[in-house]
């Protein structure tokens, strides 16, 4: 079976500082795995995925996530926030067959301070 | 296209109610999936169609859940004698499956419908 652990409930984090979102999954097989950001009252938003080949992803707003399957880590890093980051983020495994059905992370609330 | 919609936004019924949703699709995805998140989780995986088949159903989905897909295109969900743990948010999201492969590499998400049982 598979799961997700995102550690940190709540990041607070001041301005134009740099954050990392940590996420670590446990999978006997392997996973296809995703970050999505989810702004108040809304759905859930693509932020990044990575599927094969480069292990660093690159999101078009600044955010990028590296895969490490040796510590089965898909951390989230972004070197300047901005307010308008404040969201809850969610890492995210599916299966590379099958259902592709994905098994969240309880999520991560990132708060930025002005 | 708009993207996934789902209707309504909010619903608030008193338990014991029969309540039912609706999920609109991207027209040319053939995968659509049911989620359900609660305060403080990630979504949890319900069900999943292919065109118009349920092909998954989640243990969460007891007895008094159901959901249908006619004709491949939109979504329903019911639930029946709601309970107040049935509050939550219910997400829909659809995906186009690669026919050759069958893989996808992601969901789009609607905005959710969030029931409130009192």
């Known amino acids: 079976a598979q799961s997700v652990t995102q550690l940190d409930s709540q990041v607070p984090v001041f301005e134009e500082a740099p954050v990392e979102l940590r996420c670590n999954y446990s999978s006997s097989v392997s996973v296809y795995l995703f970050w999505y950001v989810q702004y108040p009252n809304q759905g859930l938003q693509l932020l990044l995925k990575?599927?094969?080949?480069?292990?660093l992803v690159e999101s078009i707003n600044g955010f990028e996530a590296e895969f490490n399957k040796s510590q089965t880590s898909f951390h989230l890093r972004k070197p300047s926030v901005h307010i308008s980051d404040t969201a809850e983020y969610f890492c995210a495994v599916s299966y590379t067959s099958g259902t592709y059905k994905y098994i969240f992370g309880t999520g991560t609330r990132l708060k930025v301070l002005a | 296209d708009t993207g996934v919609s789902q209707d309504p936004r909010h619903k608030i019924t008193k338990r014991g109610q029969n309540v039912t949703f609706r999920c609109d699709p991207i027209s040319e995805h053939n995968r659509l999936y049911w989620y359900r998140q609660t305060l403080g989780q990630g979504p949890e995986f319900l069900t999943y169609f292919q065109n118009e088949a349920q092909l998954e159903k989640s243990r969460l989905l007891s007895d008094r859940f159901s959901a249908e897909r006619p004709k491949g295109s939109f979504s329903t969900l019911e639930i029946q004698r709601t309970e107040q743990g049935d509050s939550a948010m219910y997400l829909c999201?659809?995906?186009?499956?690669?026919?050759?492969?069958?893989?996808?590499?992601?969901?789009?998400f609607g905005s959710g419908t969030r029931l409130t049982v009192v």
């Open positions: 990575y599927l094969s080949g480069s292990t």
């Open positions: 999201a659809s995906s186009l499956a690669l026919r050759r492969t069958g893989a996808n590499y992601g969901y789009t």
